[in-house]
């Protein structure tokens, strides 16, 4: 899934702390509440505005409702093996039953809520790893930018998927934090190369000038100056993230070395068509998201709009 980083910085106009800008009143924090909410502003009206983004929230939303209400849905306990084994679809059991003789429509649904957890937390993580990583390479230079990079090279030649085919055999399956954990570990050097490759076309700016003239720590520029100013490449990297997550973690899954609770039943189809459904549909809501922030960052992608009515001669 491309995310352009060309195009994002031409939002740095407005940024805080620009040359020939006054300091805010009420001191950092006072100027950094308002670049926060001109951020989550902005990213708000391009939802609303795009089409995409309008659908891949639609059924994000979807997906979060059944996460947070699942026994409104699913009446059954997931791991109650109270009925007969190998039952077909019916209207009692919409998708069947396991071999254990539980419900299968109750585990997709009460599954649900332990994927969104891990493709936020995952999420989240990974590109939090990623802007300490990059953008503070980037910025600071000399000996953090070489040992930083150093660490993030090693990442990017080792061969993910393998990786966490190794890890998860070697810790014999594990839980839901487990997995968290080792996805976030492994997956950040990718996104922390594009947060430097951006960053670094910021180092220069006038505002951050203007900020080290002003005697700002570098902390405070980074935190408050160089990542607002990220806003669209910041989501478009968590919904890469968060989606990577979930394909991986269910890859694992579906290969027998995710969480033992939940391995698949041999022999019953359903078991592996209905979650892999699932996981299509919330990868599509990611990636509409994803692609919308992608038009939003780089006018160049923005679809062109036909005017109605008659042409001009």
Known sequence: MSMPI??????????????????AAGGPAGRASPAAARGLARITHAVRSNRKATAGAVLLLIFILVALFPGLIAHDSPTADAYAPRLGISTAHLLGTTAYGQDMFAQVIWGTRSVLILAFVAGLATTGIAVLVGVAAAYLGGLWDGSLNLVTDVLLVIPLFPLLIIIAAYLHGGSTIVLILVITVTSWSYTARQLRSQALSLRNRDFLAAARVRGERQLYVIVVEVIPTMTSLLVACFLTNALYAVLFASSLQFIGLGDPNTALQTGQPMWAIAPGACIAVLGAAFALLNYAFDEIGNPALRPVRRTRGKRAD
């Open 6 to 23: 060309s195009g994002v910085s031409t939002t740095t106009a407005g940024a805080p702390g620009s040359a020939g800008q006054q300091p």
